[in-house]
Each structure stands twice: as structure tokens, then as C-alpha cells.
């Protein structure tokens, strides 16, 4: 949630996350990722490579970065989902603004009460 001091209003963000192994790494993840983005202001695309990455698997992400350039959502490849440090920001994702109705459905469908609950506490802060 972000408040701007001469925008009115609050803006809230939700980010969401389609992840695929790098053996289940293509072109297809984008799309996935984009159809996540009619409930989401934010799409990321998480490349779970499990170590370092072979030549094979480089030349693999080179058209999924690309696409994934081309629609605005995020790209990271991971080389331990454990280790933060290994997480590779590929592309960055653009902010969209979602339908506030499928975006309040999402929240209402996808995240707990507690989050919920704390989304409202945000809110009225």
C-alpha cells in the first residue's frame, strides 16, 4: 500500500508469482503470468534453476526474458529458492492498475483472514 503526499488516495499493490522449474521453462510461464495481471498490479515469472545455470539452460531463458520484456512482467531465476541471494531479477514488472473488483475478489479468494484483516488495518491507518 502506498500513500503519495500530492496524489490522493491509497494505492494498494498486489504482486502475484507464476513459478516453473527451468526444465519447465518457456514462453508459456509469460502468458501464465500475464493472465495473473487481470487480479494483480504486479506479475512475476520465477525460473526455479536449483544451482547454477548450464549454456543450454542461459540460451533457454533468452526468449522467456524476452517476452516477458515485451508484457511488462518481472523475471527472476533462482539458483536456491532458500537463499535470496540467488534470486536473479531478470526483468523487472511494470505496476498495472487492476479492475478493483477482480483485484478485491483476488484478495477475498486468495489470501487468508489474517492478511485480510490486515490489508483493512493498512487502510485505515
Same mark, same amino acid.
Given at each position: 500500500?502506498?500513500? +503519495?503526499?500530492?496524489?490522493?488516495? @491509497? !494505492?494498494?499493490?498486489?504482486?502475484? !508469482?507464476?513459478? #516453473?522449474?527451468?526444465?519447465?521453462?518457456?514462453?508459456?510461464?509469460? +502468458? =501464465? /503470468?500475464?493472465?495473473?495481471? $487481470?487480479?494483480?498490479? *504486479?506479475? +512475476?515469472?520465477?525460473? @526455479?534453476?536449483?544451482?547454477?545455470?548450464?549454456?543450454?539452460? #542461459?540460451? $533457454?531463458?533468452?526468449? @522467456?526474458?524476452?517476452? /516477458?520484456? *515485451?508484457?511488462?512482467?518481472?523475471? !527472476?531465476?533462482?539458483?536456491?529458492? $532458500?537463499?535470496? =541471494?540467488?534470486?536473479? =531479477? $531478470?526483468? =523487472? /514488472? *511494470?505496476? !498495472?492498475?487492476?479492475?478493483?473488483?477482480?483485484?478485491?475478489?483476488?484478495?477475498?479468494?486468495?489470501?487468508?483472514?489474517?492478511?485480510?484483516?490486515?490489508?483493512?488495518?493498512?487502510?485505515?491507518?
Amino acid at each position: 500500500m502506498t500513500r +503519495y503526499r500530492y496524489i490522493p488516495g @491509497v !494505492f494498494l499493490d498486489v504482486t502475484t !508469482f507464476e513459478v #516453473k522449474t527451468i526444465e519447465a521453462l518457456d514462453v508459456t510461464g509469460v +502468458y =501464465e /503470468a500475464l493472465a495473473h495481471r $487481470r487480479s494483480a498490479t *504486479r506479475a +512475476y515469472l520465477l525460473c @526455479v534453476a536449483d544451482g547454477p545455470l548450464t549454456d543450454g539452460q #542461459k540460451e $533457454r531463458i533468452i526468449p @522467456v526474458e524476452e517476452e /516477458a520484456a *515485451r508484457h511488462g512482467i518481472g523475471l !527472476f531465476v533462482i539458483d536456491n529458492v $532458500r537463499d535470496h =541471494e540467488t534470486w536473479t =531479477e $531478470r526483468c =523487472e /514488472a *511494470r505496476r !498495472f492498475d487492476a479492475d478493483p473488483e477482480k483485484l478485491n475478489d483476488f484478495i477475498a479468494r486468495q489470501l487468508s483472514g489474517e492478511l485480510q484483516q490486515n490489508i483493512l488495518e493498512w487502510l485505515r491507518g
